[in-house]
Each structure stands twice: as C-alpha cells, then as structure tokens.
C-alpha cells in the first residue's frame, strides 16, 4: 500500500515557475514508477511526466517538454514536478500516481497502469 500526498501547487503567473512535491508513504516507493497527471474541468486526466523506479527513464509529455521536469529521490520518498514557462493551460488539478514496477526500467504514461493515487494539488496560471 502506498499512500501519496501532494503539495507545492498554487497560484502563479504565465512565465513564472512552480515546483510540485509528491510524499509517499510506505516501503514500497523505491520499487514504484511513479507520474505526474493532470485533469482541468471538463477534460480527461492526461499525463504530464514519469520516471521509473530507478530514475533512469522519464516520460514527458509533448506539451510540457523543455518546460516541466520529473525526479524522485528514493531515499526521501519524494517525487518532484518542476514546472518552469508556465502557460495558462498548465491550470489544472495535479495527481501524483505510484504503482510497482514490472520488473523494467519503464515510465509508464497511461493512468490505467496506476494503482495509487493522491488527492492532488491545484495549479492556477494567471496572465
């Protein structure tokens, strides 16, 4: 059982910057590929980035690239968004997702593949 809790969300301007936090709770975080998803109102949860157990492979999505990265520090049971050049489509409810890993070094980018999730955290991106 993993439990996740985010934070570091919250109001910020176009351009500016935001780092998200993703705790996790449990012995099994260092053996989890874990993501970062969003949802805004009226549309599908969608990925945003992950990275697998290791660290050693990530997944970003092609409208966050070069803006938004994704780390874990496995001895702090932390997974880290840092999202830079926000746009005000990056406002959205933000969820962190864990689930174990298959044996690979796998990001795994579907919401389906994910056993755990937060309650998320709130981005607003204003002009």
């Known amino acids: 059982q993993v439990q996740l809790v985010e934070s570091g969300g919250g109001l910020a301007q176009a351009g500016g910057s935001l780092r998200l936090f993703c705790a996790a709770s449990g012995r099994t975080f260092s053996r989890s590929v874990m993501g970062w998803f969003r949802q805004a109102p009226g549309q599908e949860r969608e990925l945003v980035a992950a990275?697998?157990?290791?660290?050693?492979?990530?997944a970003i999505a092609d409208n966050v690239k070069g803006r938004f990265t994704i780390s874990r520090d496995n001895a702090k049971n932390t997974t880290y968004l840092q999202m830079n050049s926000l746009k005000l489509e990056d406002t959205a409810r933000y969820y962190c997702?864990?689930?174990?890993?298959?044996?690979?070094?796998?990001?795994?980018?579907?919401?389906?593949?994910?056993?755990?999730w937060g309650q998320g955290t709130q981005v607003t991106v204003s002009s």
């Open positions: 990275i697998s157990w290791s660290g050693e492979s990530t």
């Open positions: 997702a864990a689930t174990p890993h298959n044996g690979g070094t796998y990001a795994y980018t579907s919401p389906l593949l994910y056993n755990y």
